[in-house]
């Protein structure tokens, strides 16, 4: 007799105080060494240094709050129900994925999808009773050693991905390219433009003062680098039969 498929739990549930979301100490790649002396007297040194290790998900998340206020093209950002996540790169490289945005629903904000008869659902993920819809990563150390601009160029990138309607699923572009835009220099430069005309507002520069720091800079100063780690959301099979 076959053995039974065991899948992935459709709801992935964490409940403070007792079964918060996971925590982790970001490492650098490769054996660590003494920071030099440029990175220990940064262009940041008003940024105070802290009492532990500097809680970046944190810190994108009091970023992308303000740029939800001051920011007209993204009005429609429900920050709280972003998940800023981080997960460790594995090599020392500066290229590779410096941040991605998961949607937890389908086109059109649906919860289940049918393919070739099977219906799936993307897991949910919550925070005792709060739901997330999107699903932020960023990949450290490699997104923290880019320079500021290109610090705020994917950030950016990350967030103009999430659909207009915030529910749940990605914008959509029409034809062949109904993620990513045919030009990527175009894209690009269109959001150092929505960079540009944020810090124009004259934001308070403690939302953005640890983009100036590089990892091994926020290192030497508050000890560490920390962030909430989860799963990759997973689309997994209802094993119930589809309605025609």
């Known amino acids: 007799m076959p053995s039974k498929l065991h899948y992935p739990a459709l709801v992935l549930r964490w409940r403070e105080p007792d079964d ?8 650098t790649a490769g ?24 809680d970046f998900t944190r810190g994108v998340q009091r970023l992308l709050m303000d740029i939800a206020i001051r920011s007209p093209d993204f009005r429609h ?14 090599g020392k490289r500066d290229h590779g994925m410096q941040a991605r945005v998961t949607p937890l629903r389908f086109a059109g904000g649906a919860l289940t999808q049918t393919r070739r008869g099977i219906r799936f659902q993307i897991q949910r993920f919550f925070l005792n009773d709060h739901e997330f819809l999107y699903v932020m990563t960023f990949c450290l150390p490699r997104f923290l050693n880019q320079d500021f601009d290109r610090k705020f160029v994917t950030l950016f990138h990350e967030l103009h991905h999430i659909g207009p309607e915030f529910d749940g699923d990605m914008r959509r572009h029409g034809g062949r390219y109904h993620v990513h835009t045919h030009s990527q220099r175009d894209y690009d430069e269109r959001m150092a433009q929505m960079a540009r005309e944020y810090l124009a507002t004259r934001p308070d520069p403690s939302m953005y003062d640890f983009f100036r720091l590089n990892f091994a800079q926020l290192q030497a100063r508050h000890g560490g680098v920390s962030g909430i780690v989860v799963p990759r959301p997973k689309i997994i099979p209802i094993l119930t039969p589809a309605r025609p």
């Open 77 to 90: 950002l429900q920050v709280p129900r972003i998940l800023v996540t981080v997960t460790q790169a594995r």
């Open 20 to 27: 918060p979301l996971p925590v982790r100490i970001i490492q």
């Open 31 to 54: 054996p660590p060494r003494a920071p030099l002396w440029h990175e220990l007297h940064s262009s940041a040194g008003s940024m105070p240094a802290g009492d532990g290790p500097f």
